[in-house]
């Protein structure tokens, strides 16, 4: 995300911004934006990082990894999760480019 919003701020022409997320798995449950702590879980299922990037308002993934194990019919949940994350990331991307512009002016 970081990236994506330095790129932007330099005026490097792209596609949109690239948002990203990781949806990771304690045990059973899905959880948006993982940290550290939960990343390494090893209980029950064990742990499971999927870290997940796109560009913003596309189907485009640039990023799809998974470090674990998830049962093949969660993989369309975790990217409905992560589109909804994604979008949101977005959303705040976006604001924070148009204030550093309105604070530029």
Not at 23 to 50: C, R, S, Y
Not at 57 to 65: G, I, M, P, R, V
């Amino acid at each position: 995300n970081a990236a994506s919003m330095a790129l932007a701020h330099a005026g490097i022409p792209m596609k949109n911004l690239v948002t990203a997320v990781a949806i990771g798995k304690i045990d059973t449950d899905l959880i948006v934006d993982v940290n550290k702590e939960e990343e390494d879980h090893k209980e029950g299922e064990g742990a499971t990082d999927f870290p997940i990037a796109k560009i913003a308002h596309s189907d485009e993934y640039t990023l799809l990894q998974m470090d674990g194990k998830i049962q093949p019919e969660l993989i369309s949940k975790v990217l409905e999760m992560a589109d909804k994350a994604c979008s949101t990331i977005y959303e705040v991307q976006k604001k924070a480019l148009k204030e550093d512009l309105e604070a530029e002016n």
